[in-house]
């Protein structure tokens, strides 16, 4: 049980696509207090994605500083921090360079498309299906591997540092721990290696074949640990948290996954951050997808603990399309502003958007397809556009959820949602009449931050188990239930289907074209 004589505390790194942040949680998983910053965007050219790993880390310092400074004036003492886990945006490559701490070139994100080519040279290859066999992956420009080989082929300083053995690479925890540890310690966590289409989903390790494929040196690469272990404490200079162990890792979406107790096989959650992401637990089996889902390590808590495997389904779109009505079409001031849009109307007019900016991901996997809106008439107006927007995430989580219940062969009943997008109940109701189920959101919602945070805190000891944590976030779940009659719900779905049919091959058809027009040109 908890212990109630004197509190103890884990902090969280949660670094995301859009924004870094610092969490603090006491022993009975309570939020204490937080700091969040922006983190800047870069886009060099059309389908690139850059952050700067020097933005990454000093939007994080920035983040524990302040943190720790409000939790002080709480009345709180840093000595009582037991420990730090650090929880990321996934399948992100950094490379930098080992005797001097510092990049070799901006971070490559996990969304960017620089990599088309690559994969569709290496899928051509006779041996290709060893790939999803051992990784337990497709190849895909989402994966990291990937980005990777495109630094090696198109980076004269990553390929300087490779050829005199002064380079590393990693994912962004990895950039993290080595940077927070002050150099101490290169690894990254199981979860985060099973998405890079390098590690071996069965043997744990790095997959001697996959690096042969890829072409890529295992001495670059991170040590491979458990989610839950001290891999090192907090030696940055001038930190509030110096000594202090770090000693949880976990990729986003499944420290997500552990922040909503999805302890048990046949639990899943969907988080609906930048993208939106559902993760089914399949136990200590890794159940291959059958459908176009990815199979992944869900976590392993402990060096000598068996890993726990998760189905997952990804969607490249989810809030950064309510950026994108902000920034790009200048239709709302606020991202929040979205749900006071979409309550205005009963349904969307007829409108129907697939966000599909950079392709689709599962359970499709389409790099042609893009963004259609579709059913637009001259009674369209910007209240039917908001609520298109909402239904085109639950319309994709849908098809994810569809694929998941024939690959489990149990359909789901419930599903925990997080990430900032859970915050509207009207997305959230939303979500639930198009699945068709129940959908629970826990009162405390910063659960991705809090799944590092029970790794970390398993690791120092402050829980001895994750029986400890069963009355944890339990009270306050806002449960929505589908309003929509079954035939209204496939006569909605039959039309999204045409649209995402519309939304296919968009990027053959304009390559074609280009083509046909340099032909007249000459």
Known sequence: ???????????AVDQGTTSSRFLIFDEEGRLITFHQVELPQSQPHAGWLEHDPMDILDTVVTCIYETIKRFELMGYNVKDIKGIG??????????????TGEPLRNTIVWSDVRTDDIVHRLKKRDNAHIVQQLSGLDITSYFTAVKFRWMLDHDENVKKAVKEGRACFGTVDSW?????????????????????LLMNLKTLEWDQDLLAFFDIPQELLPKLCSSSEIYGTVGLKDSPLKGVPIAGCLG?????????????????KCTFGTGAFMLFNTGEEAVESKQGLITTIAFQLGKEAKATYALEGSMAVAGSSLRWLRDNLRLINSMEEVSELAEHVPDTGGVYFVTAFSGLFAPYWRDDARGTMIGLTSYTNKYHLARATLESMSFQSRAILEAMNQDAGVPLKVLKVDGGVSNSNIAMQIQADILGI????????????FGTAIAAGLAVGVWSSIHDLDQVNSEGVTTFIPHLTLEE????????????????????????LSSGDSDQDE
């Open 1 to 11: 049980m908890i212990s109630t004589e004197k509190k103890q505390f884990i902090g």
């Open 86 to 99: 650090v929880t990321n945006q996934r399948e992100s490559a950094v490379c930098w360079d080992k005797s």
């Open 176 to 196: 993290l721990i080595y940077k927070l540890s002050g150099g101490q310690a290169h690894v990254t966590d199981v979860t985060n290696a099973s998405r890079t």
């Open 252 to 268: 986003d979406q499944q420290a997500a996954l552990l922040g909503q107790k999805c302890f048990n096989k046949g639990e899943a």
């Open 438 to 449: 129940k959908v629970d959101r826990p009162s405390m919602r910063e659960t991705t931050a």
């Open 489 to 512: 719900r496939e006569e909605k779905h039959k039309i999204w289907r045409k649209a995402i049919e519309s939304s296919l091959h968009w990027t053959d058809d304009v390559e074609a």
